[in-house]
């Protein structure tokens, strides 16, 4: 397995607005993120692994919403362990849970403003913000219908617009294409890439291609480890001929994974 | 903020819960409008009494309420944001106690239509009880938005809405060792004693009883923002210094009255001109109902040697000692009101008057007998009561015979010689066949 630290192929723009190092984890008992070094800086970093790698749970730890076991964490340079200022670095976050809970009595402006509130945006940009939100995910003709009503695809893009209403720093999407359609993915690539100029945005993500198409950065992690931190293109690079996939970047993911089991073996 | 409040008002539990408190509360009042027709202060202290559903009510709703985070799902969502817990659900409280206090208010409001033609004394007492009242929903709203929160089951609205009107039942004198006064100050549906048309509830009362419901509404808002365990046993500190407060507050032991009386509803207010007609300022309205019909019954007693040259109101309640002595030269008249807020049967209000030629049986313990006391008002008024042929209209119509047989002056001496043994709570029938009274 070819093992790049964070240090090393992270983005050059600095300050980082994530700095993880030895970061550990736990879910109940299991240590679901085990000593990770991890530096992010402003672009769009995929996050990718296979089910059960710790990808959900490291989002969580980065969203400030789970406490690490051990290690540091860092984040927009306030460390997250009750020393910092977590509701200023908390201001400066944008998440979407891969369990996206909404309010269904809501509209979509409705719960988007809710979501400004709770982010303690000044009240006067609010409206302006939300709608801007809403108009970049492409939910402007739903912008007044209940959440309820909303399809699958249509709630994710609404869980977007919440992540992005306070333009953060560092912004956080779990799974955000589940339910999208391909014109809607390929629309979400767009947004990522905006997004990416200005902040710091971590996508994590089962669909290897999204991830190669809109990201600067590829984070693989198995089993609460980093296996792998580069550009695409080096991913795409570590696949050979022989390895599963239907794409290089896929046959990329699987080669990777599966050098790191053997050397987990041995 | 103005537009999360116009948002939670929208689309939180608080709609509902003023929709149940208006239907719930019109309905119970309108239900038995007899009981609380006759004034403002028995709507208030109607409206307390109804509490014992209302209350549990808005404990379901708050409960429910608080499951919303829950049932959405948004608690990681929100875990991520910077704005703190107790700012987070500031709105929410807001809203939940503007529905709370604005239902119970608007059910109170209904009655205005309905009396306000005939009530028109208005104490300032009446606006603490609406005040208590209110205030005791929206503690109970929020007091259940904190269980909702603790404890964040479906089965949890239903069940505190049961353990509400448990708790309520059980907030009673004999449950606590007879003290009247603490029940009065744990329950919002109590202290309210005895319904008369001159009641009120003591101003240390209503005091004692807003101080404990905010140590209530305080407990329950620290423990819903509460994020750590110290915080909600930190909770019960405001429902100690609420109770603290309210002791200090409230009359006990023998200086607790529990049906206290409105000295001011029971002053008089008299009619221009003469002869003199006075009620209570509690039913001023309905002077001017009562003046022609009271002054006809005088006029009718005029034939009367030493015949009663006024008509007041009687004022006396058996929560009282008696504010107001029966004189001959005075007709002591009760006012009773329908459940319009109209004087209930005004066409016969002149033949009441006239019973017992116009004497009260009031002070008397034995009453006087019926059967002499109608017949003479039917001589008086020249009508002829019913015959029937089973008592006391049977009897009524024989004594109204026997006098209307007589010669107008015997007549008149005899129903004089009744007046006389009325006063004296004597023996009416004796009288009326010339002997003593």
Same mark, same amino acid.
């Given at each position: ?16 607005? +994530? ?29 990718? *692994? ?15 919403? +789970? ?85 699958? *695809? ?41 997004? *990416? +100029?200005?902040?710091? +945005? ?42 599963? *996939? ?21 | ?37 006759? #004034? ?68 109170? =409001? ?33 007091? #259940? ?79 819903? =923002? ?26 006990? &032991?023998?200086?607790?009255? !529990? ?46 040697? !030493? ?59 034995? &009453? ?24 006391? !209209?049977? !009897? ?29 709570? &004597? ?11």
């Amino acid at each position: 397995m070819r093992s790049v630290s964070a240090a090393e192929t992270a983005p050059t723009i600095s300050p980082w607005a +994530v700095q993880a190092e030895g970061l550990r984890v736990r879910v109940g008992r299991h240590l679901a993120v085990d000593g990770l070094d991890l530096s992010l800086g402003t672009g769009v970093h995929g996050l990718l *692994g296979p089910n059960g790698a710790g990808k959900t749970t490291l989002m969580r730890a980065l969203a400030t919403v +789970v406490k690490p076991a051990d290690g540091r964490l860092q984040l927009l340079g306030q460390p997250v362990d009750g020393r910092g200022n977590l509701r200023l670095v908390r201001r400066g976050l944008g998440y979407l849970p891969q369990q996206f809970g909404f309010y269904p009595r809501f509209t979509v402006r409705e719960f988007v403003e809710y979501l400004a509130w709770l982010k303690e945006m000044p009240g006067p940009a609010i409206p302006d913000a939300v709608q801007r939100a809403i108009d970049r995910v492409g939910l402007t003709e739903k912008a007044d219908a209940r959440m309820k009503t909303l399809s699958g *695809g249509m709630l994710r893009r609404a869980g977007i617009a919440q992540a992005i209403v306070n333009s953060p720093e560092v912004v956080l999407l779990d799974e955000p294409t589940v339910g999208l359609d391909p014109e809607q993915r390929l629309d979400f690539r767009t947004l990522l890439r905006e997004l *990416g +100029v200005d902040s710091c +945005v971590l996508v994590s993500t089962h669909l290897v291609e999204d991830v190669v198409a809109a990201c600067t950065d590829v984070i693989l992690i198995n089993r609460g480890k980093l296996v792998y931190q580069g550009t695409p293109d080096g991913l795409v690079a570590e696949g050979g001929p022989d390895d599963a *996939g239907d794409s290089p970047a896929e046959r990329g993911y699987s080669a990777l994974l599966r050098r790191h089991r053997a050397e987990e073996v041995r | 903020m103005t537009r999360v409040l116009r948002t939670e008002l929208r689309r939180s539990s608080a709609g509902a819960l003023f929709l149940v408190l208006l239907v719930a509360g019109v309905g119970l009042l309108y239900s038995a409008p007899d009981v609380w027709a006759y #004034g403002w202060m028995p709507v208030a202290m109607a409206e307390r009494q109804y509490l014992i559903l209302l209350w549990p009510l808005a404990l379901a709703a708050g409960a429910w309420q608080s499951r919303r985070e829950q049932r959405s799902n948004v608690a990681e969502l929100f875990a991520s944001t910077s704005r703190p817990l107790p700012q987070r659900v500031a709105p929410t409280l807001a809203v939940m106690a503007v529905a709370a206090a604005s239902g119970y208010l608007v059910v109170a =409001a209904t009655t205005v239509p309905w009396i306000a033609h005939s009530a028109r004394y208005l104490p300032t007492a009446v606006f603490a009880v609406v005040a208590v009242g209110a205030l005791s929903l929206v503690a109970a709203a929020w007091l #259940g938005m904190a269980i909702g929160r603790l404890v964040p089951s479906p089965a949890t609205a239903p069940v505190v809405a049961v353990a509400g009107i448990a708790v309520l039942l059980i907030l009673t004198p004999p449950v606590l060792g007879g003290r009247t006064w603490l029940a009065a100050m744990l329950s919002p549906t109590r202290g309210i004693g005895l319904f008369s048309d001159f009641r009120t509830v003591s101003g240390r009362v209503s005091a004692a009883q807003a101080l404990w419901l905010a140590g209530v509404a305080v407990t329950g808002t620290v423990l819903l =923002a509460a994020g750590k365990r110290l915080t909600r046993v930190a909770a019960l500190i405001p429902l100690l210094l609420g109770a603290g407060a309210a002791l200090a507050v409230i009359p006990q &032991g023998s200086a607790y009255v !529990d049906s206290p009386i409105d000295r001011v509803a029971q002053q008089l207010v008299c009619a221009e001109g003469s002869p003199r007609v006075c009620v209570s300022r509690a039913h001023a309205g309905l002077l001017d109902v009562v003046t022609p019909r009271a002054r006809e019954a005088l006029r009718l007693l005029a034939r009367l040697p !030493d015949p009663p040259t006024s008509a007041v109101e009687d004022v006396n309640t058996f929560l009282d000692e008696h504010v107001q002595p029966y004189r001959a030269d005075t007709v002591m008249f009760r006012i009773e009101i329908g459940g319009d807020g109209r004087l209930l049967n005004p066409d016969s209000f002149a033949m009441r008057m006239l019973y017992a030629g116009g004497m009260s049986e009031a002070p008397c313990p034995d &009453g006087l007998d019926p059967a002499v006391s109608i017949a003479v008002a039917h001589w008086l008024m020249g009508e002829e009561p019913p015959a029937a042929a089973a008592e006391p !209209d049977a !009897d009524i119509h024989s004594v109204w015979a026997g006098l209307h047989a007589l010669p107008e002056q015997a007549a008149i001496d005899r129903v004089a010689a009744v007046r006389k043994a009325a006063l004296a709570c &004597g023996d009416l029938a004796e009288a009326l066949a010339g002997g003593t009274a």
